[in-house]
């Protein structure tokens, strides 16, 4: 199964920002006057195997993208508390042709608290909340790797502290839980549903030393 994708940005949009830089995957304040940040994307694409079946069976499609984003981060004097939502719409021009629904959507949130107790200890609380059909969208190692019908939805939560020992040593002690769960739930014991084979419920935890 082979896949090739084409992308163009045709429009790309700060629709109301209220800080001139952009936001940090690591989730750091940038400014505590202007918390606020509102942008979009809209951009047209062209997927030689939008329903990614295999090699003689493709279907290619152009589409379009469009994808607003919110952002929210509020630095208080020991606390950092932020949130950031994503939407996202996929519209597949070949589906339309064929009489089925044209449009994917995706649902992106991100949730943090940080908390410095002191200058020595830093506690963290994380959530990132995913709802899709294109697995590109979901960082679970156990997901599809093709399209699937349904509000397919992941959690990831963790809770982690940080702890400077001394100038030389510090740790980090974590827990995680990842929530997989598959919208196609009708199967049988011969052909199971992706939901009994892929759902899980994981739990982690570990200790990193520095």
Not at 80 to 97: S, V
Not at 185 to 204: I, Q, T
Request: aromatic share 12%.
């Amino acid at each position: 199964m082979k896949k090739f994708f084409v992308s163009a940005s045709l429009v790309a949009i700060g629709a109301a920002s209220l800080h001139a830089e952009e936001y940090a995957p690591d989730f750091t304040a940038m400014d505590a006057t202007k918390p606020w940040t509102v942008s979009g994307t809209f951009r047209g694409f062209y997927d030689d195997n939008f329903t990614t079946s295999p090699n003689g069976q493709k279907q290619g499609s152009a589409g379009f993208e469009v994808s607003p984003q919110v952002s929210l981060i509020m630095p208080l004097q020991q606390t950092e508390l932020g949130l950031r939502y994503t939407y996202g719409l996929y519209y597949y021009q070949q589906r339309e042709n064929q009489g089925a629904n044209p449009i994917d959507q995706s649902h992106e949130a991100d949730l943090w608290v940080d908390h410095a107790f002191n200058q020595r200890w830093e506690g963290k609380i994380q959530d990132s909340f995913t709802s899709q059909q294109d697995p590109q969208l979901t960082a679970s190692g156990t997901a599809l790797p093709y399209r699937v019908e349904g509000n397919n939805i992941q959690n990831v939560g963790t809770i982690s502290t940080h702890t400077e020992w001394s100038m030389l040593f510090s740790t980090d002690l974590a827990y995680q839980n990842t929530w997989v769960d598959y919208a196609n739930s009708s199967g049988s014991l011969l052909s199971p549903s992706y939901a009994a084979l892929l759902n899980e419920d994981v739990h982690s935890a570990w200790v990193t030393l520095n």
